[in-house]
């Protein structure tokens, strides 16, 4: 049975990837509208109505902003942690939720035979995780807005057979680039993105990687052709690597 994904958009302008295995299909984060959602997974053959929950991240706009509306359009239940949603909704206009299931970073969430593993992160959300899907001894990591660098992601890593990896910035352009000075200090610092080269040497753990997907590059920091380029000179040629778009889906990847 396949295990499918597709990063339907990532960036700072929203954020969301689907994932399906055996009988169960997942949308991680709603920073996509409802109609774009739809659109795209239905270009790739996938209908949002089959969608069995809908998993959020944290609480930045750009991962949870069309979650209210998603999750009454299609049914499909919320998973999100009860500090993520507070601060959304002092944030942001979610609408009335019909279906909120409460998870605590570090939980497992199961559906039948699929596992999700939620992964505490020191990114400056309020409850900030990252996943790993695991069915029938694969393994896939959807790991963006990690803060920094921390001992248990290394490990995560080496057990994936793919990932989804953040790779926000270069540091060249970020130090040159047209952004003040206190956001410049937040993206690189502890609660902030990690950088091309950091992502890089995160991958070098990933033994089993079957491939891997650049995610969440900055429009004014990066660009895909410098963050592949930099991941190259550290991992050399042998792992097959993409770049999630800021404004198109991927193909359909297939562990």
Request: negative net charge; charged residues 25%.
């Amino acid at each position: 049975m396949n295990f499918e994904t597709i990063a339907l958009q990532s960036g700072s302008n929203g954020n969301c990837i689907y994932v399906e295995t055996m009988d169960v299909r997942l949308i991680f984060d709603a920073g996509l509208s409802c109609v774009e959602t739809a659109r795209r997974l239905a270009a790739k053959g996938k209908d949002i109505h089959d969608v069995d929950a809908l998993i959020i991240s944290h609480e930045h706009a750009d991962h949870i902003r069309c979650a209210g509306a998603m999750q009454r359009k299609y049914g499909m239940p919320l998973y999100i942690t009860r500090d993520t949603l507070d601060i959304a909704l002092s944030r942001i206009k979610l609408g009335p939720l019909d279906d909120v299931r409460h998870f605590n970073t570090g939980d497992v969430i199961s559906f039948g035979d699929v596992v999700v593993r939620t992964i505490p992160t020191p990114h400056d959300g309020a409850d900030s995780s990252v996943f790993v899907i695991e069915s029938e001894g694969r393994s896939l990591g959807v790991m963006t807005d990690l803060g920094h660098v921390f001992d248990e992601l290394r490990q995560e890593i080496s057990g994936l057979d793919a990932v989804f990896i953040e790779s926000n910035y270069d540091p060249k352009m970020l130090s040159n680039g047209p952004y003040p000075e206190f956001l410049k200090r937040r993206i690189k610092g502890p609660g902030g993105h990690i950088s091309n080269g950091e992502s890089a040497e995160l991958l070098l753990s990933g033994t089993r990687l079957k491939w891997a997907c650049l995610a969440h590059l900055s429009h004014h920091n990066n660009y895909p052709a410098l963050a592949l380029k930099t991941h190259r000179e550290i991992l050399g040629e042998e792992l097959p690597l993409y770049v999630a778009d800021r404004n198109e889906a991927t193909d359909i990847f297939v562990l």
